[in-house]
Every structure is written in C-alpha cells, then in structure tokens.
C-alpha cells in the first residue's frame, strides 16, 4: 500500500494553476472608440409584454415565453410618464413575470 503522505513532493504541490497572477490594466485602443455597440439578438426583441392576445384568450394572460427571454431586465418605452421594467422567471412549469412602475 502507497500512502500519499509519505511523498515528498505532496507538499510542493499548488492548488492554483501555474502563470503570473496580476492586475493589468486595460487600455482602451483608439479603433475601439469607433466601434458601434454589438447588435441585440432578435429573439431578445420580441418581448412578451408588447404582443397581441387572442380575442379568445383572457387578456391578462401573457404568451408562454422562449427559454432565451427567461432571467433578463426588460425596460419599455416611457409612456405617459412612466416607466415599466418587466423580468419572467420559471418555477417548474409556471412562468412568473414581474412587472415594476416608476413614474418619472
């Protein structure tokens, strides 16, 4: 039987991979400054608040949103002096979306 402890080298050992370790920092490069910001996805621009209902369906009822929509913040427009942040988030099988009013 090995025992591990009898090793020498046990002691040696790091539990952090090896290579420098610092705070550098990050410097900006003029051609960065030119860029435009990265495009949405359109999946993201299909909230779940702005769409029609069905005459049928109960209007309080939202459409069951995509995976990708889940656990994001999603700001609308400013309507009449108020502002609406809206976030689903899924328990199981059911879906719970927040709504937040802040007039401003």
């Known amino acids: 039987m090995v025992d591990s402890t009898d090793d020498p080298n046990i002691f040696n050992l790091s539990s952090s991979p090896p290579g420098p370790y610092g705070q550098e920092q990050y410097v900006i490069r003029p051609e960065e400054h030119l860029k435009a910001p990265p495009i949405l996805p359109p999946h993201l621009l299909q909230v779940i608040l702005n769409?029609?209902?069905?005459?049928?369906?109960?209007?309080?009822?939202?459409?069951?949103?995509n995976h990708v929509m889940l656990n994001h913040l999603y700001a609308l427009s400013i309507k009449d002096g108020v502002m609406v942040l809206s976030a689903t988030h899924r328990y199981k099988k059911k879906y719970v979306t927040s709504l937040l009013y802040k007039p401003i």
């Not at 769409?51 to 949103?65: M, R």
């Open 51 to 65: 769409k029609d209902t069905n005459v049928s369906c109960d209007p309080a009822l939202l459409p069951e949103p």
